[in-house]
């Protein structure tokens, strides 16, 4: 008589943990049509390696936390240039950040008329370091991009530094029969797909090597097409 094998379910690859913010266009939470061009990245990507992933929206400053101190959770984007680099695996490019001021009045096009006005910034954000970095102490700081829009919108501030993508497409969910004035970009970031710096080898690899070849053969630019975004300059 030979005896059964039973295969234990924990052989099975399980699902590489992911981690997101909402940040429209980058990631949406709760659309899952147009979940955010990185979050279609991230998915073609794992696609792509044979792998599966299990995606969960927290705010901010927690997701960024948890691509810290776990050992193997990635994250469908991050603007690089933040203090703490070495303290992600930084696994691709993806597109660019234009940062730039946002207003409802008078344009700002540069730093140094910046530091006359009352500027929102979201906790934590590259926007908020890029600023702290140069010296700005005239900043409101909360904790989404839609408090941000809100307290331009309600004349609380007069600013809002972030991406212009990120601007328009929070600006127009919030209102958009409100005009809003974009000034120059003040400064460009590269974002990056990220990972916990231990992300084990084979990983790093798949990740790596899928959206290399979504590179290559237009499926990145078709994304970012699709979400009102022009070819990145890589």
Do not use: C
Not at 192 to 211: I, Q
């Amino acid at each position: 008589v030979v005896a059964a094998v039973i295969v234990p379910l924990s052989i099975a690859q399980a699902a590489d943990t992911v981690v997101a913010a909402n940040y429209p266009p980058i990631m949406i939470k709760g659309d899952p049509v147009r979940p955010g061009f990185a979050v279609e990245i991230l998915q073609e990507a794992a696609k792509r390696s044979g792998r599966e992933i299990d995606i969960t929206f927290l705010p901010f400053k927690r997701a960024m936390q948890r691509v810290k101190t776990d050992t193997a959770t990635l994250m469908p984007a991050l603007f690089y240039g933040k203090s703490s680099n070495d303290e992600y695996l930084w696994l691709e490019r993806i597109q660019s950040a234009k940062l730039t001021f946002a207003t409802i009045g008078p344009r700002i096009d540069d730093l140094d008329t910046a530091r006359s006005a009352a500027i929102v910034v979201e906790n934590g954000s590259t926007p908020h370091v890029f600023l702290k970095s140069n010296g700005f102490q005239n900043l409101t700081v909360v904790s989404s991009p839609e408090a941000s829009a809100r307290m331009v919108q309600l004349g609380r501030v007069d600013a809002w530094m972030q991406s212009r993508s990120i601007v328009q497409q929070t600006w127009n969910d919030l209102a958009p029969s409100l005009p809003l004035t974009m000034g120059n970009v003040v400064h460009e970031i590269p974002i990056f797909m990220v990972a916990s710096a231990s992300l084990p080898e084979e990983m790093v690899t798949a990740y790596r090597s899928a959206v290399q070849s979504m590179r290559a053969d237009g499926t990145l630019a078709e994304i970012w097409e699709s979400y009102g975004l022009a070819p990145d300059d890589q």
